[in-house]
């Protein structure tokens, strides 16, 4: 692929790169495509690891042109390589996040419409043009509630639009799990008993909802509504989101009926 973000080394796969698991920027080769160009690094600053990708992409295509060869590229579709669905930049822009509340939230509210929970959560994050998997990669069944989201469109976008779109919806992916997570806080507050790791299927949960508690007793409810919303502000966002999915799903409906006739 002509580049991939992730924003945490996977252990075990270090075969192929220049440098150890903490590297943010090396190479695979033969790895589906013949180059997998990949950039990335802990923490959020996403523009940061765009730009290192970026260079390095042009580095590398001023030296393959010296030597008589180029990346694979098609005027109309844009950079061709052996996965269609990777036509047109080729780039996957993603980060991983915390936010099993959100997703058991909007199967309860959706999940009857399709045949498993993960459809569900797909068919959400979809609407902000986003796709997810579950931390441990694309194979991975167990869901422990961290997800690695990242860009479900490759052709039609530039590189820095999509990163703009991932950047955009995964900040709202988390404004909606802090709306969730106030909740949770508040009905504990109230007296009703913490969340555990067996209700939470993984200790990290646990303690990033220890760890939002803490700062939402700082910051209070203003402060907190002026980042996330208000519950009426966010509630509607979730009417129109739910919506947007009801109405898609009727439109394949309807296409693959018209299909079978």
Same mark, same amino acid.
């Given at each position: 692929?002509? +580049?991939?973000?992730?924003?945490?080394?996977?252990?075990?796969?270090?075969?192929?790169?220049?440098? $150890?698991?903490?590297?943010?920027?090396?190479?695979?080769?033969?790895?589906?495509?013949?180059?997998?160009?990949?950039?990335?690094?802990?923490?959020?600053?996403?523009?940061?690891?765009?730009?290192?990708?970026?260079?390095?992409?042009?580095?590398?295509?001023?030296?393959?042109?010296?030597?008589?060869?180029?990346?694979?590229?098609?005027?109309?579709?844009? %950079?061709?390589?052996?996965?269609?669905?990777?036509?047109?930049? +080729?780039?996957?822009?993603?980060?991983?996040?915390?936010?099993?509340?959100?997703?058991?939230?909007?199967?309860?509210?959706?999940?009857?419409?399709?045949?498993?929970?993960?459809?569900?959560?797909?068919?959400?994050?979809?609407?902000?043009?986003?796709?997810?998997?579950?931390?441990?990669? @694309?194979?991975?069944?167990?869901?422990?509630?961290?997800?690695?989201?990242?860009?479900?469109?490759?052709?039609?976008?530039?590189?820095?639009?999509?990163?703009?779109?991932?950047?955009?919806?995964?900040?709202?992916?988390?404004? %909606?799990?802090?709306?969730?997570?106030?909740?949770?806080?508040? !009905?504990?507050?109230?007296?009703?008993?913490?969340?555990?790791?067996?209700?939470?299927?993984?200790?990290?949960?646990?303690?990033?909802?220890?760890?939002?508690?803490? %700062?939402?007793? !700082?910051?209070?409810?203003?402060?907190?509504?002026?980042?996330?919303?208000?519950?009426?502000?966010?509630?509607?966002?979730? $009417?129109?989101?739910?919506?947007?999915? $009801?109405?898609?799903?009727?439109? @394949?409906?309807?296409?693959?009926?018209?299909?079978?006739?």
């Amino acid at each position: 692929a002509r +580049g991939v973000y992730h924003n945490k080394a996977r252990e075990g796969m270090n075969i192929g790169r220049t440098g $150890g698991p903490e590297s943010t920027l090396f190479i695979w080769l033969n790895e589906e495509d013949h180059l997998r160009v990949v950039s990335m690094q802990q923490g959020d600053m996403m523009l940061e690891v765009y730009q290192r990708w970026a260079a390095a992409l042009e580095k590398l295509q001023v030296a393959m042109q010296k030597n008589g060869i180029d990346f694979m590229h098609d005027p109309l579709f844009g %950079w061709v390589l052996t996965c269609p669905s990777n036509l047109g930049t +080729g780039m996957r822009a993603g980060t991983q996040i915390m936010a099993k509340g959100l997703k058991d939230f909007v199967v309860a509210q959706i999940g009857h419409q399709f045949p498993s929970a993960d459809k569900a959560w797909q068919a959400f994050c979809s609407t902000l043009s986003l796709q997810f998997r579950n931390a441990g990669g @694309v194979d991975a069944k167990h869901d422990k509630g961290i997800y690695d989201i990242s860009n479900s469109d490759r052709c039609g976008k530039k590189e820095s639009e999509i990163v703009v779109t991932v950047f955009d919806g995964v900040s709202q992916l988390i404004k %909606w799990q802090m709306h969730l997570d106030r909740k949770v806080a508040k !009905k504990v507050a109230a007296g009703a008993e913490a969340p555990t790791s067996t209700e939470f299927e993984d200790q990290k949960s646990v303690d990033r909802l220890a760890k939002f508690t803490e %700062w939402y007793n !700082k910051v209070g409810d203003d402060e907190f509504e002026a980042i996330v919303g208000t519950d009426a502000e966010v509630e509607a966002q979730f $009417g129109m989101i739910f919506k947007a999915v $009801g109405e898609k799903r009727k439109y @394949v409906e309807v296409l693959a009926e018209e299909a079978r006739l």
